[in-house]
Nanobody, 121 residues
């Protein structure tokens, strides 16, 4: 099995910064795309940012220029640096990874348990 463990959430004032981390562990041969999603109360889960194994990134329009996604392949870890935070960024943030557990297997998508980010005005 594969586990994703997130950390770094919390309460911050508007304009502040937070850095989220998500480490994947378990039976892992390779990881393709790693990403961050968020879900605010009463809303659907949405993509925030994702990064491929080759470091190609894409971002939601709402976070472009404020958030930076990066990954450390040696540590199977993805990060989300969040700057200039706004109250509308308040949500539970989930990490997501597309994992190959062994050569010749199919890709599986795993999710973390979520970490709360609250931005006060």
């Amino acid at each position: 099995q594969v586990q994703l463990v997130e950390s770094g959430g919390g309460l911050v004032q508007a304009g502040g910064s937070l850095r989220l981390s998500c480490a994947a562990s378990g039976i892992i041969f390779s990881i393709n795309t790693m990403g961050w999603y968020r879900q605010a109360p009463g809303k659907e889960r949405e993509l925030v940012a994702r990064v491929t194994e080759g470091d190609k990134t894409n971002y939601a329009d709402s976070v472009k220029g404020r958030f930076i996604i990066s990954r450390d392949n040696a540590k199977n870890t993805v990060y989300l640096q969040m700057n200039s935070l706004k109250p509308e960024d308040t949500a539970v943030y989930y990490c997501n990874s597309e994992v190959l557990r062994k050569r010749g297997d199919r890709w599986y998508v795993y999710w973390g348990q979520g970490t709360q980010v609250t931005v006060s005005s």
